[in-house]
């Protein structure tokens, strides 16, 4: 009975760890907040630790991927800054942003039409949410 007991404690003990760093974990939201402020201090080994969990703990974060893509550029990893760049496009067609930064890939990848291609889908998608902007602002 008495060791029965304490392999019950045991697993008790396991149980509650695991509980515990469930809840202490961030989001990925919150990583990627981290993300920034760190690379905001040039701190960008430890920025792109905190955008590769936000991509691993949401894989659907296009925020995530779009910091994973900007760290990869500062390694000089363009091919992959290409692919996190092409995931949050898929995520979110509307992020202009990352059309932008694809298109700077793309130049740096030695690929000047398709750095062209993208700048030009980045100003299209700025200027449409710009007319966006203002007429909501138009409105009483």
């Known amino acids: 009975m008495h060791s029965s007991n304490r392999i019950l ?21 919150e990583l990627v907040k981290e993300g920034i402020a760190l690379s905001e201090k040039g701190d960008y080994k430890n920025a ?61 990848l030695g690929k000047p039409e398709l750095a062209k291609a993208e700048f030009a889908r980045y100003d299209s998608l700025k200027k449409r949410l710009e007319t966006m902007t203002a007429k909501e602002q138009e409105k009483p």
């Not at 003990?13 to 961030?26: G, P, Y």
């Not at 910091?67 to 202009?96: R, S, W």
């Open 9 to 29: 404690f045991c697993f008790f003990m396991i149980l509650m760890a695991l509980l515990l760093t469930q809840c202490s974990s961030k989001t990925s939201d």
């Open 48 to 108: 792109f630790d905190a955008f590769m969990k936000a991509t691993e703990f949401d894989p659907k974060n296009p925020a995530a991927h779009y910091g994973l893509g900007g760290m990869f550029n500062y390694q000089n990893k363009h091919e992959e800054a290409k692919q996190a760049f092409q995931t949050v496009i898929k995520l979110d067609p509307a992020h202009f942003n990352a059309r932008y930064s694809l298109g700077f890939t793309y130049e740096k």
